[in-house]
């Protein structure tokens, strides 16, 4: 039995010479009834009993069979086209989803980054030194941060931060401004330390202000944690002496 079938594609599907509007129709009937053909083909071919039993033979090739299964064939492509792109879609928005919340985990953690820094008595134009260094890794490094690992990288600035550095980073600073940085940073350490033990309201703010008219001494303290500490308790002990 001869196989009429075109299985392979050619521009010329009537075979007149020359392509013309009316192939275009044979193009889409080729594609079309190419897997009921192929079905048909496949029954005839390998199953000639079952075929001959069906009365199905080359000449159903484009016929009600052919476009029956051809119909479900291309429903269940399609099917799986959209299944593929739904799951790329949904891939792609968990990912921007993911992003997004790393970006603006990484946004929160530069601006405590950047309180931090300026609770230590560090100037604006260091912070921005300090964040333009990390640019050069990646702010992402943010991301990973936890509160106290922040807090770390702050410790580390402060640890190698003298005069001649700030200087080198903002320009017309002098040494008073130096130590008026490391006074508000010792300063807030001991803000921190009376809040702790319940030192607050306008009692807090007399005690500060104290503070900042010996600012030149806060400047110079080596421990000011120790110091806080200690300090803080001997007040709240005079506060109970005196019958408050």
């Known amino acids: 039995m001869y196989d009429l079938r075109q299985w392979a594609f050619v521009t010329d599907m009537n075979y007149s010479g020359s392509v013309t509007i009316s192939d275009i129709w044979l193009w889409f009937k080729w594609l079309y009834f190419y897997p009921g053909d192929g079905f048909i083909y496949f029954l005839v071919n390998k199953f000639p009993a079952l075929g001959r039993f069906l009365e199905i033979t080359y000449s159903n090739y484009g016929g009600v069979l052919s476009g029956i299964t051809s119909f479900f064939v291309w429903i269940i492509v399609a099917l799986i086209i959209v299944g593929i792109k739904a799951q790329t879609e949904q891939k792609k928005s968990d990912l921007n989803a993911a992003q997004l919340t790393e970006f603006k985990r990484a946004q929160k953690n530069i601006e405590m980054f950047k309180q931090e820094m300026r609770n230590a008595g560090v100037t604006e134009e260091e912070i921005d030194y300090e964040l333009e260094r990390y640019s050069y890794v990646g702010h992402d490094i943010f991301e990973r941060m936890t509160n ?10 402060l640890d190698t931060r003298i005069p001649e550095s700030v200087d080198h980073i ?28 319940g030192i607050a309201g306008d009692e807090l703010l007399w005690l500060l ?29 005079n506060r109970k002496k005196r019958g408050k």
């Open 170 to 197: 903002v320009k017309d600073m002098n040494k008073d401004d130096y130590e008026y940085g490391c006074a508000k940073k010792n300063i807030v350490i001991y803000k921190n330390e009376l809040k702790k033990v």
């Open 209 to 237: 202000e104290d503070c900042w008219k010996r600012f030149t001494f806060f400047a110079k303290l080596e421990n000011p944690e120790e110091y806080a500490k200690k300090k803080a308790h001997d007040y709240l002990e």
């Open 148 to 157: 106290p690992q922040i807090k770390e990288r702050v410790q580390e600035y």
